[in-house]
C-alpha cells in the first residue's frame, strides 16, 4: 500500500505556506530565524498538517482554509523535535536526516528557536484565517494548546524521560503514547473538522480516527526503531533499546506489536464510514503506515 497521492500535493503546499509565515533568515537577529527554519522547512511528511486539511475537506470545508492551522501543527512539532533531541531529553544527533538543531545552532539556540516556534504557532492562529469568527479560532486555540500542554506533548515526556530504564503497564504505556505523540495528531484532525464548522458527531469521528491512528503510527514507529534503516528514516536506530525506554516491541515482541498495529488501523478506518467515500484518502493513509519506511 502507498500513501495517497494528495499527500506530497499537501505537504507541498505546505511547505510554501510555512515560508510564509516565518520571518526571512534576515530578519534581526539573524541566527533566531535561520534555527527555526532548520527545523522547520525542507524535511518531513507534514502528516500532521494533512490530517488538519483532509479532515476540513472531509467535512466539507476549504482546504485553503485550513491552511493557518495545518502551518500552525507543524510548527508545534517541529518545536517539539527540536526539544526531543536535546542532550537533556533523547539526545540525538540526527533529525530529518540531517544534524539535529542543537548541533547546528548550539543548544540554548535550539531551546530559542523551539520557543519561537511555538509561541509563532499561536500567533498564526490568532490571526488566521480571517474566514473564521473569532469564536472558532478560539476553539481551534484551545485544541492546540490542550495537546501541547501538560496534558499532551509536555506530559507525556515527561513520562517518557521517567519511565526509561523502568517496566510499564500497557495501560501507562498507551497513556504515553497518547499524549506524546496522539495529542496533536487528534489536535490537527479536530482543528481541520472545526475549520469546517463540523458538528459533534463528525468530531467526533474524527477524534475517534485520530485515536487509532496515532497508536498505530507511534507502534510502526517503535517497529522501525528496530527494524528500519537509518539512511532512511533520517536518524539513528535502535535508540529505544539504548535509552532503555518502553515501547510496543518492548512490551509485546515484533509480531504481536504488528498486530496490534493492524487493528488499530482498522479501527481507525471504519471510525471514518459516516464519511463514505470522502475518507478515501484518510482510509488509505491509514493502511499505509503498516508498510511506511520512514
Do not use: W
Request: with cysteine.
Amino acid at each position: 500500500m502507498k500513501a495517497p497521492d494528495s499527500l506530497a500535493q499537501v505537504a507541498a503546499i505546505i511547505e510554501k505556506e510555512l515560508d510564509k509565515y516565518l520571518p526571512s533568515e534576515n530578519t534581526y537577529p539573524p541566527i533566531i530565524y535561520q534555527a527555526m527554519r532548520y527545523s522547520v522547512l525542507g524535511g518531513g511528511k507534514r502528516l500532521r498538517a494533512y490530517l488538519a486539511v483532509k479532515s476540513c475537506e472531509m467535512c466539507g470545508g476549504k482546504a485553503e482554509h485550513a491552511y493557518p492551522a495545518a502551518c500552525a501543527i507543524e510548527m508545534v512539532h517541529a518545536y517539539s523535535l527540536i526539544h526531543d533531541d536535546l542532550p537533556c531529553m533523547d539526545n540525538d544527533d540526527f533529525r530529518r536526516g540531517k544534524p539535529s538543531n542543537h548541533k547546528v545552532f548550539g543548544e540554548g539556540m535550539a531551546v530559542l528557536a523551539g520557543d519561537g516556534l511555538l509561541t509563532l504557532a499561536f500567533e498564526v492562529m490568532s490571526k488566521a484565517p480571517q474566514e473564521l469568527d473569532a469564536a472558532v479560532r478560539i476553539s481551534m486555540i484551545k485544541e492546540l494548546a490542550a495537546a501541547a500542554g501538560c496534558a499532551g506533548m509536555i506530559g507525556g515526556q515527561a513520562i517518557d524521560l521517567q519511565s526509561e530504564g523502568k517496566v510499564l503497564d500497557l495501560p501507562e504505556l498507551v497513556y504515553l503514547d497518547s499524549a506524546k505523540t496522539g495529542a496533536l495528531i487528534k489536535a490537527a484532525m479536530r482543528m481541520g473538522g472545526l475549520v469546517a464548522g463540523a458538528g459533534v458527531d463528525k468530531l467526533c469521528a474524527l477524534s475517534a480516527y485520530a485515536e487509532s491512528f496515532g497508536l498505530a503510527f507511534q507502534i510502526t514507529d517503535d517497529i522501525l526503531d528496530v527494524c528500519g534503516e537509518s539512511s532512511q528514516l533520517g536518524k539513528a536506530t535502535g535508540s529505544d533499546d539504548k535509552k532503555q525506554k518502553a515501547t510496543y516491541v518492548s512490551h509485546y515482541g515484533l509480531e504481536q506489536a504488528r498486530m496490534l498495529a493492524q487493528q488499530e488501523i482498522a479501527k481507525a478506518c471504519q471510525s471514518l464510514a459516516p464519511f463514505g467515500e470522502r475518507a478515501a484518502d484518510l482510509i488509505q493513509l491509514a493502511e499505509f503506515l503498516l508498510d511506511r519506511d520512514k
